[in-house]
């Protein structure tokens, strides 16, 4: 059914003539005849009213399709930095409605979960901005210190929080439930990194050893988790020694240079890493659109370095590959995030 019929049939279901329509929607009955008629399509700016008038969500006014629904809520988390609590709740109801469909099902939970984390995100900010504030009126308070920390990620002291035993159980259950062995690397690497940054060195060398036996394992990847493995041990020596070998072989490699980068980075070696990031960036030139994680990581390392200047310069490089490559626009949230942290440099 075309939108044109279904305006015409929910108002008639609703009762209402093309003049009470038209009175409630504050515009003409001209305009609610063209709309039934195909003649024009209704203003976007009106479509959320039109569609509450008619009892209707916007994606039922337009009868899409699941996959359509679905598309849209995943484009909107991209180009919007928070929903309103009408838009949360009535996506929310969506995709539970769809948790126990065979087809739709894995789907459903996945959006589910990026939509919460959506929300969380947006909360998240305000969380950091009003702790913020807090702290900087009351420094010797500690309850704003705790809340920056969940907000932002920043590093917790006890232990006891700061350890990852429950997810590494959790993904050793869904390497080990999977009858065929888990065939998908994407739990290693998760298990793996939990491990290292736990420094259960042993454990995380088994799972290296059996990610290496996968199919679809990436073979740069073995060195650098051997190495973070001998860091994890407090052997920088073979871990630096690691490196540089597969570095021999993996010169060219994008992926390799990305995460020797992040090597260097971890170790404080701003510079290095710096130019590893530039080469793994340069390595992907015919591969756009790209992704600016390289980019991201130059900001951040001149910005620790306090080279205000070339971390801003980075950030409008970053800009203009989401513009460029990705065709995100000024108003859109990928762009509004990066603009946001050259503020807060320029302050």
Known sequence: MNIANKIKQLRLKSGLTQEQLAARLGISAQSVSKWE??????DITLLPLLSGELGVTIDELF????????????RRMDLELEFSDSVFHEYAALLESHLDDPEHGARAYSLLAHLYHHRMEADARKVSRYA?????????????QWLLQKAEGANCWDWNIANHA??????????????????SPLPYYE??????????????RSYLEKYRKLPAHKPFLIPVYEAYIALAEYDPVRADGIMSAALEELADDSGFLFEAAQYHARKCSYEKAIEFYEASWKADENKKPRYTDPLHGIAVLYGIMGKTEKAIETYDRMIACI??????????AAVIEVEDLKRKLMK
């Open 63 to 74: 009868d899409l399709t699941t996959d359509e629904k679905f598309q849209r809520i995943e």
């Open 132 to 144: 913020r504030k807090a702290i900087a009126l009351a420094p010797e308070k500690k309850e704003c």
């Open 191 to 204: 298990i793996m990194d939990n491990l290292i940054a736990d420094h259960r060195a042993a454990e995380a």
């Open 166 to 183: 429950s997810v590494i159980d959790f993904y050793k259950e869904i390497i080990e439930a999977d009858p065929n062995g888990c065939e």
């Open 37 to 42: 008629t195909a003649v024009t399509m209704p």
């Open 323 to 332: 513009k460029d490559e990705w065709g995100y626009r000024d108003e859109d």
